[in-house]
């Protein structure tokens, strides 16, 4: 999902119907579940990480009492990152439109 568009996903909880995520893996619930938490960790780390390098490049090598300010650019990136939709909300909505790539493990595999 690109950067625009997590902008217009609605941030907030809503309701959701389980039978229509459940049949999206073939009626299990658990499974679609399963498929949707995993992805939401990898956004979540992705996410986290993208934060993290790019507060990063505005910190200051030497900070002391005196240097210790509010960094408007820091500030900034913060804000924009504590409104993207939650990790969770992002993956159901790929999980929702198929684009969420996952395959079973059979038992001759596992």
Known sequence: MK??????????????DLNT????????LFESLVI????????????KEELHSKLNEFASANDNLEEVFENREQIE??????????SVIIA???????????????????
């Open 77 to 86: 990136i913060s804000k924009y990152y504590e409104k993207l939709p939650n």
């Open 36 to 47: 949707i938490g995993k992805r939401a960790s990898q956004i979540n780390m992705k996410l």
């Open 92 to 110: 159901l909505e790929e999980f929702n439109n198929d684009e969420i790539y996952y395959r079973k493990a059979t038992d001759e595999q596992a």
């Open 3 to 16: 950067k625009n568009q997590l902008m217009t996903l609605q941030p907030n909880v809503e309701t959701r």
């Open 21 to 28: 995520i459940a049949a999206k893996s073939g009626g299990n």
